[in-house]
């Protein structure tokens, strides 16, 4: 390592100071000093017109022109080095040709120049690994700035000025070099490339942490989607099975009824026919007896003992006056009035089937995967927000209804009864069913708020009528101490910042019911997900006592 160190350094001692490389045919001007005869010459013929010629590092003049010639050890000694530089260097690298997206090295010759590699923004060219070399090795070269050859440095560059754009104008939001920095845009809000490559780097991060998110984002909606998709083959197959075991009751049922039709008809049948041979024995010995007496009386009629015949016929006529029995007729039997009453029930089945079939058919063809992204921030919320009144008919008769009912207070005045009025417990639903996207928000104060959903079907008399206590109700109870979750009357603890401002989000196609704490941002609080069967009413629910002050619940208008 010190030996090419010690190279390194002879090699920069022996530079020809224009070209920066080992000199090449090196000439001694009469001050002492060496260079390559081309780059001398060059300079020389530059200064033709003054007639004095100076030498490029101490600036001593002569005249007239001095008269070159070679410095043969100094040759001999640059000869030494360059074969030494040669045995040093190691292999050099396997490098491509530029290809038609690739940035050519500018110092390759032929028709095929090698793919460059780095670009000097000092002496705006791009270099191929091997002519790179000079910027590694020389003294001078090592302080050029160098960049990734990306793009060619051509769009680097002024087209009107060539000259590398190294000044960024945040008024036309453009790069521009320092020449039209000065003229065209003078007076604008300038910054240096690398101020404002610092700034796009800040915002380059902040875009990359959104993307991030949206990734993760993407990434869960994704997972949920194909959760979705697993519950929706799940429950389907659910739905398919429940449906063939119901609708096999339901034909085993009618099955079951038509068996029992027909066997009652048949037993009718077999009733009647007993009787009906019982009248007929009755009727053929009535006809018999008949016609015994027929046939005496024809036999009378031809008797000439005239006392005989007047003792016989009397006897005669007494039996045939008073029967012995009658089985009288049967009455004419018909099953149409069956026949009517099994009518009624197809009839009436078939205004059920036709009833019910449109919530069926709609609720088994609905399936909605388009994965519209889920409110985050309170203005997310409030887009879904929409008008809710409290129900007149529904509140607790001691619970005073005021602000165009959407403000519930205690009151000692009762309200008059209705059949859709609790009448056990402090609450009021909405009269607004909701079957969409929905959002709002309550206010309360008292001893606990119980902010709910409802189908319009719940209880209203019984224990079970209270928010959470039964399968038709989804209630967030709040507290001074903290929250808690009721449905079917089972109880789940919520955590969570207490708040005099409840937010209830519901997503009534995708089953997602959620609490928030109302902020900036908000702060969940409980999520339910579940299927919905019917139309959901928001609910609000109090409990306090008759002392408490101030004791009041209402829905924020949200809405214009």
């Known amino acids: 390592m010190a030996g090419k160190q010690q190279h390194e350094l002879e090699e920069q001692t022996f530079c020809c100071s224009v070209c920066l490389d080992l000199p090449k045919e090196p000439v001694t001007l009469p001050c002492g000093h060496s260079y390559c005869r081309l780059c001398i010459e060059g300079c020389w013929d530059q200064e033709e017109e003054r007639g004095e010629y100076s030498c490029p590092q101490c600036r001593e003049t002569f005249s007239p022109r001095p008269l070159l010639r070679r410095n043969n050890m100094l040759a001999e000694l640059v000869e030494n080095l360059r074969r030494t530089s040669t045995q040093q260097a190691s292999p050099p690298a396997a490098v491509d040709c530029a290809g038609p997206a690739d940035v050519p090295c500018d110092f390759c010759c032929g028709t095929k120049p090698n793919k460059a590699t780095m670009s000097c923004l000092t002496c705006l060219a791009s270099y191929c690994p091997a002519h790179l070399e000079p910027h590694h090795s020389v003294a001078v070269l090592k302080k050029h700035q160098l960049v990734s050859a990306t793009v060619p440095l051509q769009d680097k560059m002024c087209m009107k000025h060539s000259k590398l754009m190294e000044v960024y104008c945040q008024t036309d939001k453009q790069l521009v070099c320092s020449v039209c920095a000065v003229d065209e845009h003078q007076g604008h809000i300038t910054n240096s490339v690398s101020a404002q490559t610092a700034k796009t780097q800040k915002r380059l991060v902040s875009r990359q942490k959104k993307v991030r998110r949206t990734v993760q984002q993407r990434e869960k909606e994704l997972k949920e989607l194909n ?71 024809e036999q009378l009629s031809h008797a000439d003992n005239h006392i005989h015949l007047i003792q016989i016929f009397q006897a005669l006529s007494t039996s045939c006056d008073s029967p012995d029995f009658t089985p009288g007729a049967a009455p004419l039997r018909s099953f149409r009035d069956v026949t009517d009453c099994v009518s009624e029930l197809r009839d009436e089945l078939e205004t059920v089937l036709r009833d019910a079939w449109p919530r069926i058919s709609a609720t088994a063809s609905y399936v909605d995967f388009s994965l519209l992204p889920a409110p985050e921030s309170r203005e997310d919320f409030l887009r879904y927000c929409c008008p809710l009144t409290l129900d007149v008919t529904s509140n607790y008769p001691y619970l005073h209804l005021i602000g165009d009912n959407l403000r519930m ?31 709002w928000e309550v206010d309360w104060h008292a001893r606990t708020l119980s902010a709910a959903v409802a189908y319009k079907d719940m209880e209203r008399k019984s224990d079970e009528s209270k928010f959470g206590n039964n399968d038709k109700s989804w209630s967030l109870e709040c507290t001074a101490n903290g929250y808690s979750f009721r449905h079917n009357n089972v109880e789940t603890t919520v955590p ?30 409980h999520k339910v997900q579940t299927t919905f069967t019917q139309p959901l009413y928001p609910g609000l629910g109090l409990n306090y006592e008759w002392y408490d002050v101030g004791v009041f619940a209402q829905l924020v208008k949200l809405w214009q």
Do not use: W
Request: with cysteine; aromatic share 6%; proline share 5%.
């Open 496 to 525: 969570g910042p207490r708040s005099n401002r409840i937010g209830v989000y519901l997503d009534y196609k995708a089953g997602t019911l959620c609490f928030y704490h109302v902020s900036d941002p908000m702060v969940l609080l």
């Open 409 to 439: 207070r205690p009151s000692t005045s009762p309200y008059a009864a209705h059949p859709d009025r609790f009448t056990k417990f402090p609450q009021v639903l909405c009269s607004e069913g909701l079957s969409e996207r929905c959002y």
């Open 227 to 297: 959760q979705a998709e697993e519950n929706l083959k799940s429950s389907a197959q659910t739905a398919l099975e429940d449906c063939d075991e119901i609708f096999t009751e339901l034909i085993s049922s009618m099955q079951r009824r038509r068996r029992e039709v027909k066997q009652l008809i048949t037993n009718q049948v077999k009733t009647a026919s007993a009787r009906a041979e019982e009248l007929q024995l009755q009727l053929e010995e009535q006809i018999t007896e008949l016609r015994r007496r027929e046939a005496e009386l």
